[in-house]
Each structure stands twice: as C-alpha cells, then as structure tokens.
C-alpha cells in the first residue's frame, strides 16, 4: 500500500479516521508515529498528504488524520483494454495489474473461445472486482479507478455498443498471432487514445476478427511466441507505453 | 502446453514414449488420435514434431510418437535479467513468466532490502525452479532453458562475477524510481544484448545503485508508477523489446 485511498465522504472538517486494514499498514507496516505525513488520494479524486493527529496502536487499530488535497487529479490513462473475458483467476490478476499500470477503461466481452463457465464466475460483480482495481491504484499510487464494461454477448456489444465509443481512439489494436505485421506496423505517431483488444487463451476466431476489422480494429501479432493473457496484457501495455512515450 | 518438451535421452530411434503429464495432456486436452502430429521440442535443442503412432487413452495415459527435429534451435534471447531476490510467491511468477516472454539468463543475488527468509525459499533450488522455467517454455513454444545464476552475496558478485560477464552487453539498464530519465535517454540504437537490473521492493538503496554505476550501468525510471517487481519485469520486457525491435 504506497498510497491510503479514502472515500470523499470519509473526509470530515478535514479529518480523516481510519479504522480498518488501512489504519493497520500505518501502525503495523509503516510504523507512523503522531505528526508524521502519508501519501493519501481520495478515490476517485486528487492525492493529498495526511497528518496523523491520533492513533491507537492496539486492536481495533485507528489512525485519525488531518489532509489536505490537491486541486487536480492525475489525467485518465491513454490505454484502455478489450478482453474477451479470461479465467477469474487471471482476470483478478489483470484487474489489479491494469489498475497499477494505468488503464483508463477494461471493456470485456464474450468470444467463441471463452469458455461458458467464466460468465458465472462472481468476479464479475463490481464488488468482487472493485477491491482488485483498488490494489492495483494502492500499489502503483494512482487515484482514477479502471471504469470496467461488461458485455456478455458479443454481437450486440460489437454492433451496438462499440461503435459509440470508438470515435474518441486514435488507435484500435488487436493482438492476433496470424496477423502478418508487429506492432510498428500498426501504431503510428498520432497522439490520442489507444484501445487494445486482447483475445481468450487460443485466440479470436476468423469471424471476430473480421467483425474488429470492420469497427477499423488494426490486427498485429507479438510474434511467434504463444503467450498467457495476463503476461500478454502487461507485456502489450509496456509496449504501447515505450512506442507513445518515444513519439512525445 | 503448447509444445511437448522432452530430453534427448528420451528419444530411442526416432521415438519417443511418453507417460506422464504430457500423455495425459496429449489425450484429455489435445485428444490426439494415430497419425496427429504435434509440435515437439528438445529441452535446450531444437524443435520439431511428432506423429503419434500408439497411444493408450486411459490411466496410465501413454503415447508413443514418431519424432522428427529442425537442424537448429532458436537463437539466445537477447535480454537477460538481474534480480534483488524477490518473495518466493513473486519470482516463481517471473520464472514461468520470463521464460514465456524470452530471457537467455536471470542473476539474482542480494540487497539490503531483500528480506533474509527469502534465502531459505525451497524455490532457489534446481529441482524447484526449473519445472516453472519448463511450463514458460511450454506456454511459449520455446526450447531453451533461461540460465539461472544465484549469488546470496551483493559484494562477491558485483566485485568478482558481474565484471566477468558485462562485457557481452552492449546496454547495461538498472530500474529505479528516482533516476531522472525514462528508457528512452537510456538506450541506443546499438544492436547487441541488454541486461536489465530489477531492485527488491521498496528499491535498492543508494549504495547499491552507486555499485551498478561503476560497473556501467545506466539508471532510468518508469514514471510515477511504483509496480510489483513480477509486473515490472514484463512491463520492462514488453517495452525493451518494443524499442529493440523499433531499431531493427
């Protein structure tokens, strides 16, 4: 936890109290002592720094803090994800990787290879999810939480919805281990945002691709390495970031 | 399992009989019947395939495979990784994962902010790691076992080892927070293999880093982010990667 995330409502009179796991780290892992300052962000909302003004070092643990905030808040991530929707076990894993790194929003949706069961799995659920995000901002000192759409069918997602978000991405990518070219073949020096989609493990079918390349989906490939989602996720995000940030 | 690996002292004139894991996988997963070929590999060797020729598929699974192999193996990738040993939990992730990805060797030795249990992990020997070195290989297609050279002392290697073996890089990068430039005022456009040094969580210290120094390494940070050392070293992989392919 390299940043305490509080919820606006938590602020009273400029006073925050604390008494959950996260007063815990303070006392138990980072040790605080009255007046020392820690990062602190309210969620979606600018970071700050807190005082501590009392403290109770013993179970129930509690930190009550004075804070104070900046007046932004960081900008929205460039990247945003589309994955068709992995194994939990690996979706709770690129939740809070994605959250560390910086995404803007994790749209996921079905695909021929997913298997059925994944759709029941109670991740799915904001509060199951959520938590996940959480970490990935408390690790990486981030505020902004992933917005995360979930769309169970492919055809009115791909039809109906996407169409309306795609017109504010100067990119859209999809790995695809076929596709003749790498990344450098498909990312230009327009700025903007990008949306990067990402397959199930065996990759998308010939239809879906199709069905991307219409909405003006660019088709790339990592090469011949055949890779996990979650590596493939983080990987993919550390090679957009490098190509945009060498263009700025 | 995307490639069966075996060791040279399993083939006996051009056959290989499998009965294990990989049986099991070949009949419940890939539900291979006579005749199917499948991709196959030599564990350090080169790639080829094999045409199953008997098979039993029940308890204990067993197939037999007619095997073929390439003249060559792939060539060394051209990253390779220097670790402060990371939580067990963490670097048995990066083991699976930077096979995966590609790395010729992974150094791990010592830092002041590396936690001493950490050097009883079980996971520091051969027989531990390696199976997770294999199930990278096998997720990737790949033969070649990354080298894994461990050194629990700081001093020793940096003084005695690492000067030995610099001289085969043409980049010598260490990760860390606080230097001023990106990887991009970093790296150049010589060809050639790069070592990446990756600090413990909570970085390394200044002595550390003033070690590297004098040894050639050159210190570039990621921005405000702070990731886990498993997300960090496939982030750093993908843009590494991106860039060196960016020149080629």
């Known amino acids: ?43 979606d909302g600018p970071k700050g720094c807190g005082k501590v003004v009392a403290f109770c070092a013993r179970f129930p643990f509690q930190v009550e803090l ?68 959480l970490q990935g901002l408390e690790q990486a000192v981030d505020t902004r939480v992933p917005e995360v759409s979930i769309y169970e069918r492919f055809k009115p997602f791909i039809e109906d919805v996407l169409p309306g978000r795609i017109a504010q991405y100067s990119h859209l990518l999809i790995a695809h281990p076929d596709a003749p070219g790498t990344l450098k073949t498909v990312i230009t020096e327009r700025p903007g945002r990008i949306l990067l989609a990402v397959g199930p493990e065996g990759g998308w079918i010939d239809y879906e691709i199709a069905r991307f390349a219409e ?34």
């Open 1 to 43: 936890m390299n940043i305490i995330l509080i919820e606006t409502l938590e602020i009273q009179d400029d006073r925050v109290l604390l008494a959950d796991r996260r007063a815990k780290h303070l006392i138990k892992v980072l040790q605080v002592q009255l007046g020392d300052t820690v990062r602190i962000g309210i969620i």
């Open 66 to 133: 004075d804070v104070e905030f900046a007046a932004d808040m960081a900008e929205k991530p460039p990247i945003d994800l589309l994955l068709a929707l992995p194994r939990p076990i690996m979706l709770r894993r690129i939740f809070s990787q994605a959250a560390a790194l910086g995404v803007g929003t994790i749209f996921i949706t079905n695909a021929q290879r997913v298997e059925k069961s994944f759709w029941s799995a109670t991740l799915l659920n904001e509060e199951e999810y959520r938590p996940h995000l």
């Open 215 to 248: 909405c003006g989906f660019a088709a790339f490939s990592l090469g011949e390495r055949i890779l996990k989602v979650d590596t493939a996720v983080v990987a993919l995000h550390g090679r957009l970031s490098e190509r945009r940030e060498s263009f700025s």
